[in-house]
């Protein structure tokens, strides 16, 4: 009898200890709420855990079911041996590519260490931001004083070779690795430049990059058409943007060019802010997070300018906080944008670190003009555009070929278009003032 | 208290104990996997955010000992997945295959071997048609072999045989034809930008180069793609741009469907028979049981024809051979154990029944299982091989069927011969080489063999 009743105990005390093992932790943390949730989670969890069968297939844990069976069968059966990390993370940039957004991406430890340290910006490079175009590596456009401008480097110059090894294949970031390191240090370029038929070599010294942000210019002292090239948005953008009108102002500003060409974006509230000093009441840029909910974001009241007859200039490297503020000024009827159609991002990145400090830049909102015009460019799994984005400007003028520098006045086509206009614009003013 | 009531009690100590322990492991487990809740959402402050401290989750020290599969891997995959699925954008449920599909084909394709392959449920089917005799397109079996060149590693398609019947077989591709175009557009073999680089050119050389290479990487065709078009029965007639030895020539081929007949036989004079086996898959044993029995017991001589075979199933050749070779093993295998290599053999069921004198035809077509076999019949069989050298392909492809229909091939060994030859990327050599394209309808191979089994019968009579 009495073997009897400890043989029918025997796996409830088990059951017991397991359940009190299972919830150790909730009973240390004292949470009953918790255990009970962990409880009602327990068998989805159990099961994934173990990997049924019956997981791989939810449709929700397909990649996940997916990987880890071909994962498991490569790591047992495959004839050479194998780096499962390095599987591991083949299978996620090859999920993430998945997507079509080149903004999604993996970072290795390496990658994401080196990414660190650019937002960080205590490295010491040449001054030249770089950007991958059908497969070669081009200036996206030196920073005005930095060593790459100094020395020559322009926008839109293909790298050939760092130091005389050759960067054909290679990724932004492994040729930016190459360019970047000890102030002080030389690094030899090879350029090549459209519309010249030999390769230039450029010896250029690496510095702290420091960049200025906004510049001012009288176009046309005599009827006071001024111009703000902006470079960036950082967190000065909006006050230099501001003194620099004040400059012009003390100069007799009637009407504004605000030029933003070469400008590939930067800080969000930036953008508002700008925008602000044009749009005094409204909606500035719609900000489209998952499941299509839109946040509006509105223009601060009462930081506007006065409203001078106003251009905006753009170009194909415009991009991302310029489009906003460009799509914001066209969709408000504030002023008319000249120039080339825009790069064609609007999307937001929020960057994961993950366990293994890797990290995963993820696109998790995207910006629409206060018209709902989606500003991103698309392309399809062949690589081919489905939809171009970005703004077309309200008077297209291609740049000329022979323009050589942001400076060359002489040449810039679309700046002599836009003083035009508005020299069209003042003088149509006058006239119906004077009648 | 006695002792056996001490250890019933010491029993259910350790019992308890073990039972906590478990259910603790298990919740570990549990907490190294993120669920919805962990999933901070994103704050919209700059484009590119930056947000370093997220809320991911922790990995557990007790993944560690679960089992030699890292937990933290799947974890880490499991934490990029959840964040997608939660936070991006334009994530919709009918982006979860092919993001399933994308890792798993990026995560084979990391292993840098053309032959392990992810396959989609459409490229599967295909595959197992492929295995049970019918096949789609220009009906050739093909590989790809790595070869490194002057420092670029390049990847060329080509055919191991085209099959019996076949619209390749008409259109006269032969073993060991590299396809090097597909209607004028490059299955690309190479990274061009990687040749580029390595070539040394210089100025305007180089640029030039680099603009050749970046519009032959848009207009080329990749290796899948290639081998879609070259297995899809309703690709239009295509020409194709194919390699061999030194020359190059365009041929013209139609795909449809095939149904390779895996066993045919004949008698000929003499009391020689002739058995060609063109693949093996799972029905050529029992082709060949039936074509054995059709030749009836009175053979003084058999010609084996195994050129233009490229193999097939690893099983059924062991079949075939059994019925063929006295012998116990058919060949070795070489597979991988943790971070070593080891042999096994490969084991059959030996009740050969033929007792003829056996001549082999082999050639360039003669692949795989194929190659094991000749072997194996001139090794234990005491055949003479009669012909070229063969393919030279031991790898072992397994195909491992996945949950949803989709498919791996994974190189899962190599086939060595019954003494341990190693034969990948040399091929076996003939006994007595006989050229063995056929040229107006004379098959010098196959007189040659019928030559020899006369010989040795002759002798044999006179003696």
């Known amino acids: 009898m009495r073997r009897l009743s400890v043989s029918g105990i025997i796996p409830l005390l088990t059951t017991l200890a397991f359940i009190a093992g299972f919830f150790y932790q909730d009973m240390q943390a004292g949470s009953l709420r918790r255990a009970l949730h962990a409880a009602q989670t327990l068998p989805q969890r159990v099961s994934l855990v173990l990997q049924t069968e019956q997981d791989s297939q939810q449709g929700h844990l397909w990649p996940v079911g997916l990987y880890w069976d071909a994962l498991s069968h490569v790591r047992t059966r495959y004839y050479q041996p194998v780096n499962e990390k390095q599987l591991t993370y083949a299978a996620i940039r090859g999920m993430l590519a998945a997507l079509h957004d080149p903004y999604t991406r993996f970072m290795d430890p390496n990658e994401y260490r080196s990414m660190q340290e650019d937002t960080r910006g205590d490295f010491f490079g040449i001054g030249a931001q770089l950007q991958e175009k059908e497969g070669q590596i081009v200036i996206y456009r030196p920073i005005e004083g930095s060593p790459a401008d100094k020395a020559g480097v322009k926008a839109g110059d293909v790298i050939v070779e760092v130091d005389r090894k050759p960067v054909a294949g290679m990724r932004v970031d492994e040729v930016v690795k190459k360019i970047r390191g000890p102030r002080g240090t030389k690094v030899e370029l090879t350029l090549k430049r459209k519309g010249e038929s030999k390769l230039l070599h450029i010896t250029i010294v690496r510095d702290l990059i420091t960049s200025p942000v906004a510049y001012a210019y009288m176009e046309d002292e005599k009827l006071g058409i001024g111009r703000v090239r902006l470079e960036q948005f950082n967190e000065k953008s909006d006050q230099l943007l501001v003194q620099k009108v004040r400059e012009l102002e003390a100069k007799g500003l009637r009407a504004l060019i605000l030029d933003l060409r070469y400008n590939p974006g930067g800080l969000l509230n930036m953008a508002v802010d700008v925008a602000s000093r044009f749009i005094d009441n409204g909606v500035v840029v719609l900000v489209q997070e998952k499941n299509g909910q839109i946040t509006r974001l509105y223009a601060e009241r009462g930081r506007a300018l006065k409203p001078y007859p106003l251009v905006v200039l753009v170009n194909e490297w415009s991009a991302s906080a310029s489009e906003i503020v460009a799509g914001a000024i066209r969709d408000h009827k504030r002023g008319i944008i000249i120039g080339e159609t825009t790069f064609g991002k609007g999307l937001v990145q929020t960057i994961f670190q993950l366990q293994d400090n890797s990290a995963v830049a993820i696109t998790t909102a995207k910006y629409l003009t206060p018209s709902g015009y989606d500003l991103n460019r698309k392309v399809d799994a062949e690589g081919k555009e489905v939809r171009r984005g970005g703004i077309e400007p309200d008077i297209v003028v291609k740049q000329s070929e022979e323009m050589t520098d942001i400076e060359d006045r002489a040449h810039d086509l679309q700046l002599q278009k836009a003083v035009e206009y508005l020299r069209e614009q003042l003088t149509a003013a006058q006239v119906a003032s004077s009648r | ?463």
């Open chain 2, 1 to 463: 208290m006695n002792v056996l009531s001490l250890r019933r009690v010491l029993f259910g100590g350790v019992l308890l104990v073990l039972a906590f322990l478990g259910g603790w492991w298990l919740r570990q487990q549990m907490a190294a996997l993120p669920i919805a809740s962990a999933h901070p959402s994103a704050r919209l402050s700059s484009l590119e955010e930056y947000s370093p401290q997220q809320d991911t989750p922790t990995p557990s020290a007790a993944s560690e000992n679960i089992s030699p599969i890292s937990m933290d891997l799947m974890q880490l995959f499991y934490s990029v997945y959840k964040y997608v699925e939660k936070q991006h954008v334009e994530y919709t449920p009918e982006l979860a295959k092919p993001m399933a599909y994308g890792a798993v084909r990026a995560m084979l394709q990391s292993l840098n071997d053309p032959n392990t392959r992810f396959l989609d449920p459409e490229e599967a089917r295909l595959w197992q048609e492929a295995a049970k005799g019918t096949y789609y397109g220009i009906g050739a079996v093909m590989t790809v072999v790595r070869k490194v060149t002057e420092d670029v590693e390049r990847r060329e398609l080509t055919v191991v045989a085209p099959l019996p019947g076949s619209p390749a077989e008409k259109a006269g591709l032969q073993p060991g034809d590299v396809i090097s175009e597909i209607d004028g557009r490059w299955v690309i073999a190479y990274d061009p930008f990687l040749q580029v680089r390595r070539s040394g050119a210089r100025g305007s050389e180089l640029v030039k180069a680099l603009e050749e290479a970046r519009k032959r990487v848009v207009a080329g065709l990749d290796l899948r793609k290639a081998l879609g078009m070259l297995t899809n029965k309703d690709q239009p007639p295509m020409t194709l741009t194919v390699r061999r030895g030194n020359t190059t020539l365009k041929v013209k081929v139609n795909p449809s469907v095939l149904r390779v007949e895996p066993v045919t036989y004949r008698l000929m004079a003499d009391g020689l028979g002739y058995l060609r086996i063109a693949q093996f898959h799972a029905e050529t044993p029992e082709a060949l049981r039936r074509a054995l029995a059709g030749l009836g017991n009175g053979l003084r001589g058999l010609v084996i024809d195994l050129r233009n075979n490229p193999g097939g199933s690893l099983e059924s050749a062991s079949q075939v051979a059994a019925m063929l070779v006295k012998s116990p093993t058919l060949a070795l295998m070489e597979t991988r154990q943790g971070e070593t290599k080891r042999r096994q053999p490969v084991t059959i069921n030996a009740n050969p029944r033929v007792k003829a004198p056996i001549v082999v035809l082999v050639n360039r077509g003669t692949a795989n299982v194929a190659e094991v076999l000749a072997v194996a019949l001139r090794d234990k069989a005491n055949a003479r091989l009669v012909g070229e050298r063969t393919f030279g392909d031991g790898l072992i492809q397994t195909f491992i069927p996945l949950s949803d229909g989709s498919a791996l091939t994974l190189t899962t060994g190599k086939l060595l011969t019954l003494s341990g030859g190693d034969f990948h990327a040399k091929g076996v050599y003939p006994t007595v080489a006989v050229p063995t394209a056929q040229r107006l309808g004379q098959d010098l191979a196959l007189e040659r063999a019928v030559g020899l089994l006369s010989a040795r019968t002759t002798t044999r009579r006179a003696s």
